[in-house]
Nanobody, 122 residues
Framework: QVELVESGGGSVQAGGSLTLSCAVS????????MGWFRQAPGKEREGVAT???????NYADSVKGRFTISSNNDKNIVYLEMNSLKPEDSAMYYC????????????????WGQGTQVTVSS
């Protein structure tokens, strides 16, 4: 059973930075994509960033230029570096992984983490 465990969430002031990490256990060789989704209270869940097996990164327009997704060489840890954070970035952030390769952030993941909270104050 694939398990995703997020860490690195917290509270920060607007303009600050946070880096989220996600460790994937029992990582299957067939995983084609890893990424991050977020959901704020009363809002729809949205894809924030994904990275595929070819190391192609994809970003939502709302975070381009501010967030960077990366993974380690073994592709069993994925990071989300978040800079210039805004109050509207506040949400529960979920690490995801999937079997299909991703070429965008509109992605149907097979595996989800429990989430880590990010709160940005103005």
């Amino acid at each position: 059973q694939v398990e995703l465990v997020e860490s690195g969430g917290g509270s920060v002031q607007a303009g600050g930075s946070l880096t989220l990490s996600c460790a994937v256990s029992d990582y299957p060789a067939s995983v084609g994509c890893m990424g991050w989704f977020r959901q704020a209270p009363g809002k729809e869940r949205e894809g924030v960033a994904t990275i595929n097996i070819y190391n192609r990164a994809n970003y939502a327009d709302s975070v381009k230029g501010r967030f960077t997704i990366s993974s380690n060489n073994d592709k069993n840890i994925v990071y989300l570096e978040m800079n210039s954070l805004k109050p509207e970035d506040s949400a529960m952030y979920y690490c995801v992984a999937g079997l299909a390769t991703c070429y965008g952030t509109d992605y149907s993941a097979n595996y989800w983490g429990q989430g880590t909270q990010v709160t940005v104050s103005s």
